[in-house]
């Protein structure tokens, strides 16, 4: 009498989830290589915002699980995340090599946000400058300077509008 043959197997509804287990551990562990790569070489602030952005997408987009898998506080990672979305002077800074400084170019992005055209103007200056002054506590000055033009312009408008007749 002839041997059945096996039924095939029925595939498990598991299955798929498991595959997915396994390739998002490969992920991360090739994450976490490249991540050791980066910081033994001494990266620049936009090639670890670069690396933490591909794994923000590989947690889900959850910022807490990235500041707790790297072990550094929100605003660490949120400041080097913010490196991938800078406007157009403010990126000049890091293109062209003027400065890695990262809250110098946080500085000058607040500076652009209010008024580019002066960010322009700003980052011309630090071009020429380079290391010759300090270049944070210049724009500092620029950015408490446009935020108190700000608040007086504010200020006046609230005036204006309580004198207006109706």
């Given at each position: 009498?002839?041997?059945?043959?096996?039924?095939?197997?029925?595939?498990?509804?598991?299955?798929?989830?498991?595959?997915?287990?396994?390739?998002?551990?490969?992920?991360?562990?090739?994450?976490?290589?490249?991540?050791?790569?980066?910081?033994?070489?001494?990266?620049?602030?936009?090639?670890?915002?670069?690396?933490?952005?591909?794994?923000?997408?590989?947690?889900?987009?959850?910022?807490?699980?990235?500041?707790?898998?790297?072990?550094?506080?929100?605003?660490?990672?949120?400041?080097?995340?913010?490196?991938?979305?800078?406007p157009e002077q403010t990126r000049r800074l890091i293109d062209e090599d003027i400065t890695a400084d990262?809250?110098?170019?946080?500085?000058?992005r607040v500076i652009e946000q209010m008024n580019p055209e002066l960010a322009g103007k700003v980052?011309?200056?630090?071009?020429?400058?380079?290391?010759?002054?300090?270049?944070?506590?210049?724009?500092?000055?620029?950015?408490?300077?446009?935020?108190?033009?700000?608040?007086?312009?504010?200020?006046?408008?609230?005036?204006?509008?309580?004198?207006?007749?109706?």
């Amino acid at each position: 009498m002839p041997m059945p043959m096996p039924r095939p197997k029925a595939p498990h509804p598991t299955d798929n989830l498991a595959d997915g287990v396994l390739a998002h551990q490969h992920a991360l562990h090739q994450l976490h290589r490249e991540q050791r790569l980066i910081r033994s070489r001494n990266a620049s602030n936009l090639e670890v915002a670069k690396l933490l952005q591909v794994e923000l997408e590989a947690f889900g987009g959850s910022l807490m699980a990235l500041c707790i898998r790297n072990r550094k506080k929100w605003p660490w990672v949120s400041k080097r995340l913010s490196l991938l979305n800078l406007p157009e002077q403010t990126r000049r800074l890091i293109d062209e090599d003027i400065t890695a400084d990262l809250e110098l170019i946080l500085t000058v992005r607040v500076i652009e946000q209010m008024n580019p055209e002066l960010a322009g103007k700003v980052v011309d200056a630090l071009s020429v400058e380079r290391g010759k002054s300090n270049a944070r506590e210049l724009v500092r000055e620029i950015r408490d300077g446009l935020k108190a033009q700000a608040r007086l312009e504010a200020h006046l408008a609230r005036r204006l509008e309580g004198t207006r007749p109706r």
